[in-house]
């Protein structure tokens, strides 16, 4: 590490393999704590390098367990978090929405970052059990069209950079793989990222890939599409500048998409959305995301149309009657 520190510290670059390999390194307990840290702080100093961020989402691949679809068509609603907006559940409440629509979502997600509740928090007030056992999570996404990958049981080898990131308590370039490191690597992807520079690299990764993906970041600096003012959309095909007036809907602000302090106020929204009791502005935030994630699955239909799906979703109680499916 001493090394590779030395190189870093002289602004070098990692290859795509170098980067790989010392994340299996840190993985297998190679480095002592404040060597990792000293490693993950140099990313906090200089931007990370697509090469870099390639090799890291390499490693994490190859150690985590894996989700096998088997060919079957699905999609996941992600953010990198990072973005200290405090918003609140946007993308769960999305994919709960394209799930009651009629598709199948998998959705990988963990603990609160730049909110005070993230996904796996709210999911489990909810009375939500985390498994990684493949065959419950099959039926699940069988009977419910949803089902959810909690990313500490499916990056167990991650367990030796948590202590370093509690510690250091700031966004690393971890926030920036967790969306692109689903065990299932399902067909299609719905991203959102805290800046434009890794909207970018997402899209070159992506691109690699060969899967269909959309990735948004708001101009505004938020990691979905907040509908405060535009967002950058970028897909397989082009780049986008998108207002809210653009798709029907109104600007917001802060304050209208505030996500709660505890879990307890993440999980009443949750149910007040879809129970159709929530305040307009929720509403609207997540029908447009639940839209731009069945556009991602469905290009060929207008965005316009797939919000429309996912309004539908929330009105008849598809989206409800989904996620009960899910937790019971």
Not at 166 to 183: A, D, I, R, Y
Not at 264 to 290: G, H, R, Y
Request: charge should be negative; proline fraction near 4%; charged fraction near 20%.
């Amino acid at each position: 590490m001493k090394e590779i520190l030395a190189r870093l510290f002289e602004h070098e670059r990692l290859s795509r393999e170098e980067a790989r390999q010392v994340l299996l390194d840190i993985s297998h307990g190679k480095y002592n704590h404040l060597q990792v840290a000293s490693f993950i702080t140099v990313y906090q100093m200089r931007p990370i390098a697509i090469q870099e961020l390639q090799g890291f989402r390499d490693a994490l691949l190859e150690l985590c367990l894996p989700f096998q679809l088997n060919g079957q068509e699905a999609v996941d609603i992600v953010g990198t978090g990072g973005d200290h907006k405090n918003t609140f559940n946007v993308s769960t409440l999305s994919a709960v929405v394209v799930a009651g629509a009629g598709y199948k979502v998998v959705k990988h997600g963990s603990y609160g970052v730049s909110s005070a509740v993230g996904s796996s928090n709210v999911l489990m007030e909810m009375g939500y059990e985390f498994t990684n056992d493949t065959e419950v999570l099959s039926r699940q996404l069988e009977q419910a069209n949803m089902c959810f990958l909690h990313a500490p049981l499916f990056h167990p080898a991650m367990k030796e950079v948590v202590p370093v990131r509690k510690q250091l308590g700031m966004k690393t370039f971890f926030n920036m793989l967790g969306p692109l490191v689903n065990p299932a690597q399902p067909s299609h992807q719905l991203f959102g990222t805290f800046s434009l520079e890794l909207s970018r690299l997402y899209q070159y990764i992506m691109q690699e890939t060969g899967r269909r993906f959309s990735i948004v970041y708001a101009l505004d600096g938020y990691d979905e599409a907040s509908l405060t003012g535009p967002f950058k959309l970028r897909t397989n095909e082009e780049d986008l500048i998108i207002s809210p007036a653009d798709i029907g809907k109104p600007q917001l602000s802060q304050e209208d998409l505030y996500g709660g302090e505890t879990e307890a106020e993440a999980a009443t929204i949750f149910k007040n959305v879809l129970n159709n009791e929530s305040a307009p502005a929720q509403f609207d935030v997540v029908t447009a995301n639940a839209g731009l994630a069945i556009h991602c699955l469905r290009p060929e239909q207008s965005l316009m149309d797939c919000i429309e799906e996912a309004k539908e979703s929330l009105l008849s109680r598809r989206a409800l009657h989904a996620f009960q499916k899910l937790v019971n």
